[in-house]
């Protein structure tokens, strides 16, 4: 079974700080690694993806991740803040042999304070 | 190109009723996923359809059932509603293709308050 494992819970950090959210998983067959944000009462937005090649993703909003397999590791990251990146993260995982489920972390919640 | 929708926005009902909740797919896409999502937890996947048929069923009981109608919409049911199923309820589609990936896109979910 896979599972996932966000680090922190909440992440406070100023404007224009540099930020990073971890994530770790666990999974016996290989895997595919997800980033969504989740801003007050919407639905989730996918940020990035690794599906395979390049283990450094780029995706919107200036954030990007890079997949560690040896530590099992999708630290999300973005070297510049804004107040508008104030939400939940969420991580998640998906077998590469089977369809549809995600397995998701338990969230980290970003607070960018001005 | 229009992207998930979910109907209602919110709901309110009682323990022991019956509730359905609508999705429609984005465009060009043939599965749909379904998640609970309790306050202040990730998302759990309850199950996904393909092509009209269940491919993947999470941890919930049977009285969490959908369908998948052939324009690719779904709808979520669920049976003798309990407190515990106050959540939001989050559904994803996708296009799920030879290669077997499947990058799932969200709808904003549906609130479910049971009382």
């Known amino acids: 079974a896979q599972s996932v494992t966000q680090l922190d819970s909440q992440v406070p950090v100023f404007e224009e700080a540099p930020v990073e959210l971890r994530c770790n998983y666990s999974s016996s067959v290989s895997v595919y690694l997800f980033w969504y944000v989740q801003y007050p009462n919407q639905g989730l937005q996918l940020l990035l993806k690794?599906?395979?090649?390049?283990?450094l993703v780029k995706g919107i909003n200036g954030f990007e991740a890079e997949f560690n397999k040896s530590q099992t590791s999708f630290h999300l990251r973005k070297p510049s803040v804004h107040i508008s990146d104030t939400a939940e993260y969420f991580c998640?995982?998906?077998?590469?042999?089977?369809?549809?489920?995600?397995?998701f972390g338990q969230g980290t919640t970003l607070q960018v304070k001005p | 190109e229009t992207g998930v929708t979910q109907s209602p926005t919110h709901l309110i009902k009682t323990r022991g009723q019956q509730v359905t909740l609508r999705c429609s797919s984005q465009s060009g896409h043939n599965t749909v996923s379904w998640y609970q999502q309790a306050l202040g937890q990730g998302p759990q996947f309850i199950f996904q359809?393909?092509?009209?048929?269940?491919?993947g069923r999470g941890n919930f009981p049977p009285r969490f059932s959908g369908l998948q109608f052939p324009n690719y919409s779904s709808e979520l049911n669920v049976n003798a509603l309990e407190l515990d199923d106050s959540a939001l309820y989050l559904c994803?589609?996708?296009?799920?293709?030879?290669?077997?990936?499947?990058?799932?896109?969200f709808g904003p979910g549906t609130r479910l308050t049971v009382l």
């Open positions: 994803a589609s996708s296009y799920l293709g030879t290669g077997g990936e499947d990058t799932q896109y």
């Open positions: 359809y393909y092509r009209e048929e269940e491919n």
């Open positions: 690794y599906l395979s090649g390049s283990t």
């Open positions: 998640a995982v998906r077998k590469m042999s089977n369809t549809g489920k995600l397995i």
